[in-house]
């Protein structure tokens, strides 16, 4: 198993809009509809953004959505905040109870 | 609203046997449908998942770590245990319990705070 890729860095402006990809294979985020998001602020627990690709727990704002094309998972961030800077993980069911995850992407409110 | 608490050494000497506890409350792992999980977090790196287990004790493992970890649960006492041996400095790395579900397919929707272990001589 091989990390999912992630953009090491992103940034936009408030108000702007970015999209954070997750790239994986067939056998896992090209295979499975079971992919999550996650938001980590420093020092902090990594906090649930969006599960089975495109859902949002109770309580996370509709800025945050996902999608997924072929191998290729993203995270998009509408109207960004200031709180949104973060780093940011996608994971990915891998088959037989695994889970894997990518490497994170650090994104930065200009 | 689940909680989960890590509890275990911060300091590991090189070789030994790494051992965390986590403990859950304001819910219940004989409640099913759910996994209970470790995920570990490399200083200034990515998240790492090491495996998960059921309340009826079945077990799931990442393959690069298989052959060293074990994840046990007291469904008793509400909680799950990680022993991780023969550790080196490359597992120096913040560890957190968790729940994954409702399904082993599902989000990791509750996280502990994480504990820092830290192995060294």
């Known amino acids: 198993q091989s990390a999912l890729t992630q953009p090491r860095s992103v940034s936009g402006s408030p108000g702007q809009s970015v999209t954070i990809s997750c790239t994986g294979t067939?056998?896992?985020?090209?295979?499975?509809?079971?992919v999550s998001w996650y938001q980590q602020h420093p020092g902090k627990a990594p906090k649930l953004l969006i599960y089975d690709v495109n859902k949002r727990p109770s309580g996370v704002p509709d800025r945050f959505s996902g999608s997924k094309s072929g191998n290729t998972a993203s995270l998009t961030i509408s109207g960004l905040q200031a709180e949104d800077e973060a780093d940011y993980y996608c994971?990915?069911?891998?088959?037989?109870?695994?889970?894997?995850f990518g490497g994170g992407t650090k994104q930065t409110v200009l | 609203q689940v909680q989960l608490q890590e509890s275990g050494p911060g300091l590991v000497k090189p070789s030994q046997t790494l051992s965390l506890t986590c403990t859950v409350s304001?819910?219940?792992?004989?409640?099913?449908?759910?996994?209970w999980s470790w995920i570990r977090q490399h200083p200034g790196k990515g998240l790492e998942w090491i495996g998960s287990i059921y309340y009826s004790g079945r077990t799931y493992y990442n393959p690069s770590l298989k052959s060293r970890v074990t994840i046990s649960v007291d469904t008793s006492t509400e909680q799950f245990s990680l022993n991780l041996t023969s550790v080196t400095a490359a597992d120096t790395a913040v560890y957190y319990c968790a729940r994954r579900g409702p399904g082993a397919r599902g989000g990791i929707d509750y996280w502990g705070q994480g504990t820092l272990v830290t192995v060294s001589s």
């Open positions: 304001g819910g219940s792992i004989n409640s099913g449908g759910y996994y």
């Open positions: 067939s056998s896992d985020v090209g295979y499975y509809n079971f």
């Open positions: 994971c990915s069911y891998a088959g037989n109870y695994t889970l894997i």
